[in-house]
Structure formats: structure tokens, C-alpha cells
């Protein structure tokens, strides 16, 4: 008896895990948007219901959306690109998220600098899932006198954060594994995994 609960806890674990997940994201972004931009708009309205802030987050996204269709939306757009990349601090932060979320969401090329890998990170013997965003810095190679690879390992469940590491391109193993696939199995933390990652074999 106590077998077969144990196989139906974990059954029921592993398919409720990735709707879990999915709803455990959403519930901390309209959390944080409704804590955000609703408490902004307490304090310079003195108006506030539950939920404001997930109505405006959800309107911006949709008017951003709208704007990036056309060209005249895109233009202002990057007008207000050109600001931010103007702040300071403003200006690295955007700036390196912006490049995860082009290398990770938006690059539609399958070139061997823009696939899914896998690497021996943090030591030796176990392997986390990344992807080669080009080749390693120039000095460590001419030091070294071997070919390196940039790497980027992202954090589950926000692949959008991670470490950039510098690895020896023989030590990196590409996996035949689409980007939305790689994506999909870092932020379901394995879960909705791939029927077989030759890669690894």
C-alpha cells in the first residue's frame, strides 16, 4: 500500500510540477507589479483597489506590444532606449539583459554560437545546461593557446539571470536540443525535459 502511494505522490508531483511552476512565475510578477505599480499609484493618485497594479502591468504590456508592430511605435520606442542607455547604472543593466533576451528569446539563427551546450559547471562531473553566445576572450586564448568558448548558464527558474563562464571549446558539448527546448527544460528545473539528450550520452 504504502508503495503505491508513494508511485501516485510522485506521478501526481511530477505532472502538477510544471503548472506549479508556471503559476508560482506568474503569481511573482503580477505580485511585484501590483506591489510596484500600485503602490506608485497610491501615492501619487491616493487611489488604490487590490489588483490595479496587475490592470496597469497588463495594459503596458499590451501598449508596448501594440507600439513594437508599427514603426512609428518602435521609434519612439527606441528614443527611449537611447535615454536609458544614457543613466550610468541604468545603462549596464539594461544593456546586459537586453542581450540575454535577444541570445535567448529572440535569436532565430541555429549558427554554432547560438546553441544549447552543455558543460562541465560548477566542477568536474556534473554538467549544466547553457548556451554559446561566441568565442572566449581573445586574451585568455592567446595565453592559453587554445580555442574557448563563452558560455552562458542560466539560473531556474529566470533564465534571464545567470554566470557567463569562459570554457575550452573541446570541453564544450553541443546537444542537439532546440533554444525553446533548452529554455523549457531550464525553467521547469528538468522537468519537461527532452525524451533524449544525445548530448549528454
Known sequence: MWKSFGRYFLNGLITLLPAFVTIWLVWLIFTFADGFLGGMIA????????GLGILVALALILFVGFLTTYVL??????????????????????????????????????????RACAVQYPRKGIYSIGFVTGEGVPEI??????????????????????FMIVVPASEVIMLDMKLE?????????????TRRMRGLR
Do not use: C, H
Request: hydrophobic share 40%; net charge positive; charged share 25%.
Open 181 to 193: 527546448d533548452a529554455v523549457k527544460l531550464i525553467v521547469s528545473g528538468g522537468v519537461l525535459s
Open 43 to 50: 501615492a501619487s493618485t491616493g487611489f488604490y483597489f487590490p
Open 141 to 162: 586564448k592567446r595565453r592559453n593557446k587554445r580555442e574557448y568558448l563563452n558560455v552562458f548558464i542560466p539560473n531556474t527558474p529566470t533564465p534571464a539571470t545567470g
Open 73 to 114: 511605435g518602435k521609434r519612439i520606442l527606441w528614443r527611449l532606449e537611447k535615454i536609458l542607455y544614457r543613466l550610468p547604472l541604468v545603462n549596464a543593466i539594461y544593456s546586459s539583459m537586453k542581450q540575454v533576451n535577444k541570445i535567448l528569446f529572440l535569436q532565430k539563427e541555429t549558427k554554432a554560437f547560438r
